[in-house]
Nanobody
Framework: QVQLVESGGGLVQPGGSLRLSCAAS????????MRWYRQAPGKERELVGG????????NYGDSMKGRFTISRDNAKNTVYLQMNSLKPEDTAVYYC?????????WGKGTLVTVSS
């Protein structure tokens, strides 16, 4: 079955960087768009950004542009989220997501805490 497993979260100081990974299995990873979402405490889940199947096209939410980069390695069935210049307001649980045959699939998330 489809599995998405995020990793790489943790505590980082403001201005720091972190790279998240999402390992996918159970489907043909290389043909699907992959997305990252996040959910801060007490807030709704929001789209961080997405990447097309080949990795040649990405898009980002306004507050992430210029700081976050999504990439993928189709040989490793993994999508990445590189986060730079982190701010306290980036604190959230980060989830990867895909939609396959009209069904959404989510990982369990990885917590990122930005604090001094």
């Amino acid at each position: 079955q489809v599995q998405l497993v995020e990793s790489g979260g943790g505590l980082v100081q403001p201005g720091g960087s972190l790279r998240l990974s999402c390992a996918a299995s159970g489907f043909t990873f290389s043909v699907y768009v992959m997305r990252w979402y996040r959910q801060a405490p007490g807030k709704e889940r929001e789209l961080v950004g997405g990447i097309n199947s080949s990795g040649g096209s990405t898009n980002y939410g306004d507050s992430m542009k210029g700081r976050f980069t999504i990439s993928r390695d189709n040989a490793k069935n993994t999508v990445y989220l590189q986060m730079n210049s982190l701010k306290p307001e980036d604190t959230a649980v980060y989830y990867c997501n895909t939609v396959r045959f009209g069904m959404e699939y989510w990982g369990k998330g990885t917590l990122v805490t930005v604090s001094s």
